[in-house]
């Protein structure tokens, strides 16, 4: 993190370290990119009430004019393991789940899809509020896998998370696993699975039981990824903590927001840094697009 005075305290974090990869067939130029950002107080309390004279962009020494802000609605991909060790956990995970969802808000688009067995998505984004949370709900809990397969399922569901998402191109997007078995890919994934999460630019967030990058102080390779992306990784201890961690992961998605600013045309993004106005704020780039 670099700090510089610019008028006041400017807070300036990298952005281009989880640069997404654009959808097949969008230009790499333009008079434009958008950068996304999450911006907190002194108080690590989120600011969303933020406008263009808040912000300021650098590319490389270069400053940069914001064009606007606003909040982040990027489609996400719920992905749900149907796949539990006790059968009364799976109905706790289903009313988390539930309760995340509404938390996004209607207007953000929302597609569900399950792993455990074969995945497959049981509600797109065409669908209505409605008929998402239906599903969700008429889901029901699987006899856990075998010790040996967990990773291959949340790695072929996430694939096909992927998918789904790559089909919206939309500059942003995210995947949100949920799973009360552990996920362990200790082996290396093949690219078949893991190559259309990478390509797909989508940001992985991971809330599963504690064994999900259980321990052997190997490199894992969902670990990496969430990181990669600026994801968050929770671990969960008991069926009840699923609530709570998909709460606070709610708070970030719904404070995210998007800046676009002007660039010269046919320029590429290099050394990107975002920064706010505001004495004491933080800011995280969460990555960079071309309009």
């Known amino acids: 993190m670099r700090v510089a005075v610019i008028a006041v305290v400017l807070v300036l974090a990298s952005a281009l370290a989880a640069t997404p990869q654009a959808p097949a067939g969008a230009s790499q130029t333009g008079a434009s990119r958008l950068v996304l950002a999450a911006a907190t107080d002194p108080r690590n309390r989120a600011l969303i009430d933020l406008g263009p004279d808040d912000f300021v962009i650098q590319e490389g020494r270069d400053t940069r004019e914001v064009l606007s802000v606003h909040p982040a609605d ?103 696993v949920v799973s009360d078995t552990a996920v362990d890919a200790g082996r290396t994934p093949d690219n078949d699975t893991l190559g259309p999460v990478v390509d797909s630019g989508a940001i992985l967030h991971i809330v599963a039981h504690r064994g999900t990058v259980a321990g052997t102080g190997s490199p894992d390779a969902l670990r990496a990824l969430v990181d990669q992306t ?3 990784y929770t671990p969960i201890y008991a069926a009840a903590s699923f609530q709570p961690a998909l709460d606070r992961l709610a708070d970030r998605l719904t404070t995210e927001l998007v800046v676009e600013y002007l660039v010269p045309t046919g320029s590429k993004a290099s050394d990107v840094k975002v920064g706010v106005r505001i004495p004491g704020a933080r800011v995280r780039g969460l990555g960079v697009a071309p309009r």
């Not at 899809?113 to 409605?130: M, Q």
């Not at 075998?146 to 191109?169: E, I, K, M, N, Y």
Request: hydrophobic letters at 45%; aromatic letters at 6%.
């Open 230 to 232: 600026h994801g968050v």
């Open 74 to 176: 990027y489609p996400i991909v719920v992905l749900i393991g149907t796949s539990v060790e006790v059968q009364s956990d799976f109905s706790t995970i289903q009313r988390a789940a539930i309760r995340f969802i509404e938390r996004l808000g209607d207007d953000r688009p929302i597609a569900v899809a399950t792993f455990g067995g074969a995945p497959r998505l049981i509600a797109g984004f065409e669908d209505d509020r409605r008929t998402v949370i239906e599903r969700v709900n008429a889901l029901t809990g699987d006899p856990a896998p075998v010790p040996d397969s967990p990773s291959g399922h949340v790695l072929r569901g996430a694939s096909l998370a992927a998918q789904t998402l790559r089909a919206t191109q939309s500059l942003f997007s995210a995947i949100v």
